[in-house]
């Protein structure tokens, strides 16, 4: 018999909104078993699959995953066409579940540097689940923050250029709503597995005032459990955002 709370450690009433990850670690973990760096990445995706099940049974909002950096382009090629081709067998794989499941796929990052074929399949499954209605599943790939904020930029001093907006009207709202994560509240939980203390270019705008966490946890090896533990680390912080204590 289970207990009537299965996610025993947290609260579902007090749920962080958005939680992004930055799953790190596949190539350390292959090292460790003397395996090729792939067959970490290929026990990365079940990972991704298993959490993305447990962000929507839990009832989270959006969850962000840093899947691929524009930085990662310049791995060696034979490492960069495997995660792509194992990022098509995702979205093959998993379009069921993800239909299924109620799951709204969006991406954020230059899609158009992507192989066509997963070009192809992230146009289709996105507007195939545009009108879902539960988890948001917001896949970075070829991403960059501050590409992120450079293109906003651009589109920015176009609306300019077009008498479409005024430079003293530009506020952080405008900065926002002209990134890939525009409609998207900011993450309030920002994950990273693998144990490095860095941001890697992610969300760099967007994680002004997110919750850190960072777990040593490499990422083939991170489960639902220390999802669920992480998530109950931040229910017990005060976010005070600039503010005193109350
Ligand atoms: C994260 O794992 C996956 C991607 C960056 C695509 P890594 O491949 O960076 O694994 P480590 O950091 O070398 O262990
Ligand atoms: C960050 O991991 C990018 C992704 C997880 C997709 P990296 O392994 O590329 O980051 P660095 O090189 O350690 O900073
Ligand atoms: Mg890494």
């Given amino acids: ?18 939680v992004a990850i930055i799953m790190d670690g596949n190539g350390r973990w292959a090292k460790k078993k003397l395996k090729n760096r792939i067959e970490g990445h290929k ?17 989270i909002g959006i969850l962000t995953l840093y899947a691929f950096s524009i930085e990662n382009w310049q791995r060696p090629k034979t490492e960069v066409n495997a995660l792509m081709k194992l990022l098509e067998n995702f979205f093959i794989s998993e379009k069921d579940n993800i239909v299924k499941n109620n799951v709204k ?9 992507l192989p066509k074929n997963v070009q192809t399949l992230v146009k289709e499954l996105t507007a195939h689940t545009k009108e879902n209605t539960g988890l948001i599943l917001n896949l970075a790939l070829s991403y960059g923050g501050r590409e992120d904020i450079l293109s906003a930029f651009k589109k920015i001093i176009k609306k300019i250029d077009r008498n479409k907006l005024k430079a003293d009207e530009i506020n952080e709202g405008t900065i926002s709503s002209h990134l890939y994560t525009a409609g998207l509240s900011d993450p309030d939980l920002l994950i990273r597995t693998g144990g490095e203390m860095r941001v890697s270019n992610f969300l760099l705008w967007q994680i002004a005032y997110s919750e850190l966490y960072i777990s040593k946890i490499l990422w083939p090896d991170f489960n ?7 998530i109950g680390e931040f229910q017990l912080r005060e976010r005070r955002f600039g503010r005193i204590a109350e």
């Avoid at 018999?1 to 958005?18: A, R, T, V, W």
């Avoid at 796929?105 to 540097?113: A, F, S, T, Y």
């Avoid at 639902?224 to 992480?230: A, D, N, T, Y």
């Fill in 105 to 113: 796929l969006q991406v954020i990052g230059q899609v158009w540097r």
């Fill in 224 to 230: 639902k459990e220390e999802f669920l533990e992480i």
């Fill in 43 to 59: 026990k990365g995706a079940d990972t991704v699959r298993d959490i993305v099940t447990a962000a929507g049974e839990i009832g």
């Fill in 1 to 18: 018999m289970k207990s009537d709370n299965d996610f025993e450690p947290i609260d579902l009433s007090k749920l962080p909104l958005h």
